[in-house]
């Protein structure tokens, strides 16, 4: 297994695995943990607390969603069919000498949490119940570190794939931070809720955009569309990242060298990193997403900002440093 797949978090699944008295000693353990400031000591149940850390003004906790896998469960086990353009050849050598794998690729979903002054902002709301049965794991995860879902007050949207949006509301269509106002792109507004979206994109594609438009439509009421570059309170500013969705924002928080919470610009630790310029199937317009990609990287290494990203190994928080003419993720957690 490569260091890519052994680095997931503990989810609250794996919870539900235990046997109910270990459940049992393993929550009351985390609850306690909970309570535990960032930065202290702590004992053997460790692994089981969110990452949690002080940037500037903020205070930051990295939830895990749980993970996915590509491709998904049901479908011929290659990752090939990501990286379109590049051989075959290439690819396989590249994945070799990197220890991945070939066949699936195992995402984390990470989610992170801000606290600014009074505000409590989400970025993203994971998978919820219907993209794969190891994610969707944010609302327990929540309640895991002491956090009441109807507590959060703002919740921003990276973009809106299924990974990101559906965990908005639960089976019934109730939406899960009831209390929360919701900001997306406008240009990711306009480009899911538009009539033919479902029809142009290619038939894998679809469910997403379906998805979008039935979760997008819960919020409505509670939606503020943003352009890039507005400055939505507290020192954080919505950074224009688009290419890997039409409307795709990243957050930036003032303070110390920085720190942007880069959504899906790079969605692997690995490739994205090494190749940024490899077109990837999940990039709805590829070329604008290695543009996006390879400038955000290269900002990042000049300025040693620091980045989170939604897939990298829990909690996906570190810098991108130059290397062979392209990057490499380091962590820094
Ligand atoms: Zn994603």
Known sequence: MSDWNRRIAPTASTVGAM????????????????????????????????????????EITV???????????????????????????????????????????????????????????????????????????????????????????????????????????????????????????????????????????????????LGARRDLSRIKDRLQTVKAGADIGGGMRVVDTAGHTPGHISLELAGGDGLIVVGDVAANAVVSFAHPEWRFAIDTVPELAITTRRRLLDRAASEKTRLIGSHWPYPGLGLAERKDGAYRFVATS
Do not use: C
């Not at 000693?25 to 309570?35: E, I, K, P, Q, S």
């Not at 990501?82 to 290439?90: F, G």
């Open 63 to 209: 939830l895990s969603d749980g993970h996915f896998v590509l491709p998904p469960p049901g479908v011929a086990a290659d990752v090939g069919f990501l990286y379109p353009a590049t051989p075959r050849a290439e690819l396989e050598a590249f994945l070799r000498g990197a220890g991945l794998s070939i066949e699936r690729v195992e995402l984390p979903n990470n989610v992170v949490l801000i606290r600014a002054a009074s505000e409590l902002v989400l970025v993203d709301t994971g998978a919820g119940s219907g993209w794969q049965p190891t994610a969707g794991r944010l609302v327990e995860n929540l309640r895991v570190a002491g956090i009441d879902p109807a507590a959060i007050t703002k919740v921003v949207f990276t973009h809106a794939h299924p990974d990101h949006l559906w965990g908005v509301a639960d089976e019934g269509g109730a939406l899960r931070f009831p209390n929360a106002s919701y900001l997306v792109a406008e240009r990711e507004w306009n480009f899911w809720m538009a009539e033919d979206t479902a029809s142009k994109l290619p038939e894998s594609f679809r469910r997403f955009a």
């Open 19 to 58: 046997a109910p008295l270990d459940r049992r000693r393993f929550l009351a353990g985390a609850a306690a943990l909970a309570a535990v400031p960032a930065g202290a000591a702590i004992g053997a149940h460790a692994a089981s607390a969110p990452y949690v850390f002080t940037h500037g003004a903020f």
